[in-house]
């Protein structure tokens, strides 16, 4: 399997048929996935039973998504379909479902229908963002905890009539979870930020303006192009990242044209020591 590196920060595009691919093969995909936090495929024909085949190598995948729109046969497939009456809300740095007590390991992303431009998608290295803090910060930083929930996703269950029962409900039954500011990763052991705009609400133990200060040094950090790598996508590519030390970003300057992806997001890594 050939592996072209993107950017020394995180990313790599693999050539193999995830289709058809068997445990060795899968085996080789997240050994890149570990070295690289983010891995790309181009020219990928899967069908959604080969999609779902494809994440149950990794480990168990993960229940319907409890906002965005579900594959009609297959529910664990999240059907991400925007044009200009369905505006995205994925233009945020972010980990997928924080409020979480344990948060998905991985997602799988397979570009349906692609604009002609636009529509690209950023990834950022927290590990190497950890690293490339001052001494002293990451010092502070390591012993802190931080409050997570579903944030915006409020949005989706209020909708246009601003059903507060709705929302309340949304907030009740996702709940909410505290995480360490500073993760360590299971297999690499690597230390990284652990907090994002998205989901992330406050720090534990400190009054909001602190708290707000201290985060919007960490996500101003986060945001420097060096940690990053940007993927132009094409009809029929697909992205693999380790939602545990990555943040993603998808851009929304292709409206009114039109995307639609599928995702697989797979809840445990079952490779893991």
């Known amino acids: 399997m050939r592996i072209e590196r993107l950017t020394p920060a995180l990313g790599a ?28 495929f181009r020219d990928q024909e899967i069908t959604p039973e080969q999609h779902i085949a494809l994440g149950a190598h990794f480990g ?39 409020f979480r007590e344990a948060p998905p390991f991985m997602s799988i992303l397979y570009a349906k229908s ?49 059903n507060v ?11 909410a979870w505290v995480h360490p500011v500073i993760g360590t990763h299971p297999v690499t052991g690597a230390k990284y930020i652990n907090v994002n705009r998205s989901f992330t609400q406050h720090i534990v133990g400190m009054l909001r303006a602190e708290s707000d200060r201290l985060l919007e040094y960490i996500y101003q950090h986060i945001d420097q192009p ?17 939602n545990r030390v990555t943040q993603h970003y998808a851009l929304a300057d292709y409206l009114p044209g039109y995307r639609c992806m599928n995702r697989v997001t797979v809840n445990s890594d079952n490779r893991a020591g």
């Open 60 to 98: 168990e995948i993960d229940i319907p998504h409890p906002v965005y729109q579900n594959h009609e046969r297959i529910p664990a497939i999240t059907v991400l379909e925007n044009d200009e009456n369905r505006p995205p809300d994925t233009n945020d740095w972010h980990k997928d479902l924080t």
């Open 165 to 175: 029962e709705a929302m309340n409900e949304g907030v009740r039954s996702n709940g």
């Open 114 to 162: 692609v604009p002609e431009t636009g529509g690209d998608t950023l990834w950022a290295n927290m590990a190497l963002a950890y690293d490339n803090l001052a001494p002293a910060m990451r010092a502070m930083l390591d012993p802190l905890e931080a409050v997570h929930d579903i944030g915006c996703f409020r949005n989706d269950y209020l909708g246009p009539d601003k």
């Open 13 to 40: 595009e693999l050539d193999i048929d995830l289709g058809h691919i068997n445990a060795e093969g899968a085996q080789a995909v997240y050994d890149a996935l570990m070295a690289h936090q983010v891995v790309f």
């Open 226 to 242: 060096e940690h990053q790598v940007r993927f132009r996508w094409r009809d029929n590519s697909v992205a693999m990242w380790d």
